[in-house]
């Protein structure tokens, strides 16, 4: 694999940058794999890597029906952040953190990841206590989290608007320092350009249309519009069309897919310092390296396969992030377009095994799983490669539906993200 560095960057620059090689192969698909993944987002290809770097399985291939992140991967707004709820919550999205901090190292890709902090601001008694109570469990579990005044939330963020009398009043705010954005695409590149190098081999334009099973109902291989292909093991990680998946494998997912939108402005020069999240008033805000400011807007209330969603959601957060931040007032908005994401009851994700043998699974992640990105691909190659889930992803199970044991992250996912 070409090395990234500064000295590469040098040596290319005389040659007018004509030396470089492609990131990744475009191979035809083998008769048969050890192991394939459906779905060429981040956390595929991410587990694709992991299953050649880790666990030495490198007869690998990420079946992708489109362009790899060219799902939700390449439309989220880049928010990563470990200040979940829950015990079990916590240790997976910090496991996921912890890797993001070393993870442009680790593939030798710059994949932006800015540590520059997540505001989740208060308006009301009921959000401090809930805020509150997320600040003093993170702590518990070693994630940073920590209380904030008003005037400490605008120090922190000085076009924050606190002014006495604004329709939604901040109270406070709840900062995690460690968590920020980075570059959603980079991040589909970096793992693609790793995982090609280690022999995985990853096939655009290749749409899953069936799985297939013997007698016993273990897998045996997919059939593709590019022709049948055989397969030992079978990883799903297929975001919002994980339910059409799986019933390919005769098995119904406990999952709702969703619209969900985001949008754009036009750049600016450096103005917002970190990223801010409303839950009450259900608007969250950041600024791109290119000078966007990057909004969030909310699922449309129907269920839909639909990559595009209602205008009045962004209608609606815009009024939000004006009432917050009225200096944006008179900004243009650029873009806005949509992505399917797969919701579960209770708001976490499904990672492990399922009743089909040979059949994995990693999907659920709604509104928030650009944040798992690494730690999820990592979990699910663990899973594949020993066929019983990690520790940190066991609870995550689908039986919890059946059992009743559910993790209900909703009140820390209710913007999402
Ligand atoms: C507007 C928006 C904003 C978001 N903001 C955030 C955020 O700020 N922070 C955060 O943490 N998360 C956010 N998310 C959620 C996040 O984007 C996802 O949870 C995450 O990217 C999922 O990654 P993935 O690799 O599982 O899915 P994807 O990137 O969607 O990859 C799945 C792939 O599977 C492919 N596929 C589907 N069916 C088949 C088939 N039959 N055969 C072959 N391939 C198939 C798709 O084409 C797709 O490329 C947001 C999502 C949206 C839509």
Not at 159 to 170: E, K, S, T, Y
Not at 323 to 347: H, Y
């Amino acid at each position: 694999m070409q090395r990234y560095s500064a000295l590469a960057l040098i040596k290319q620059s005389l040659n007018g940058h004509k030396g470089w090689k492609p990131q990744w192969r475009d191979p035809e698909p083998k008769s048969s794999y050890d192991v394939i993944i459906i779905g060429g987002g981040g956390h595929g290809l991410g587990a694709a890597y992991y299953l050649a770097q880790k666990h030495g399985i490198r007869n690998v291939a990420v079946l992708e029906k489109g362009w790899i992140g060219g799902g939700n991967t390449g439309r989220n707004t880049t928010i990563i952040r470990s200040n979940y709820l829950f015990d079990e919550s916590a240790a997976l999205y910090d496991h996921a953190l912890q890797m993001w901090e070393g993870l442009s190292q680790d593939l030798n890709y710059n994949v932006m990841f800015s540590q520059r902090g997540v505001l989740m601001v208060a308006h009301n008694v009921h959000d401090e206590q809930s805020f509150k109570r997320h600040v003093y469990a993170n702590r518990l579990n070693g994630v940073d989290n920590e209380w904030l005044t008003p005037e400490q939330a605008k120090a922190f963020c000085p076009p924050l608007n606190i002014a006495p009398g604004m329709r939604h009043a901040v109270t406070g705010a709840a900062l995690q320092r460690r968590a920020g954005t980075a570059r959603h695409d980079a991040v589909a590149w970096g793992y693609a350009r790793g995982a090609d190098a280690l022999g995985v081999d990853i096939i655009q334009n290749c749409e899953v249309t069936g799985i297939e099973r013997d007698a016993t109902g273990r897998v045996t291989g997919v059939q593709t519009t590019r022709g049948r292909i055989g397969a030992r093991k079978i990883g799903v990680s297929a975001a919002g069309s994980t339910s059409l998946v799986m019933e390919m494998a005769g098995l119904r997912m406990p999952l709702e897919s969703y619209p969900l939108q985001a949008l754009v402005s036009e750049p600016v020069k450096p103005i917002f310092p970190c990223v801010v999240m409303s839950n009450t008033i259900h608007a969250y805000i950041s600024q791109s390296d290119k000078g966007e400011l990057v909004i969030g807007a909310g699922t449309d209330s129907y269920v839909s396969y639909s990559q595009r969603g209602a205008l009045h959601i962004p209608m609606h957060t815009l009024e939000a992030i004006c009432e917050l931040f009225p200096i944006f007032r008179r900004m243009r908005m650029m873009r806005n377009w949509g992505g399917i994401v797969d919701v579960t009851p209770d708001r976490s994700p499904i990672l492990g095994k399922t009743p089909v043998p040979g059949l994995y699974v990693n999907c659920g992640w709604g509104t928030g799983g650009f944040k798992a990105t690494p730690g999820a691909a990592d979990l699910l190659a663990y899973t594949i490669a020993k066929d019983e889930p990690h520790p940190i992803n066991a609870p995550f199970n689908l039986e919890r539906f059946g059992a009743g044991r559910l993790i209900d992250e909703a009140a820390a996912a209710a913007v999402a993200h």
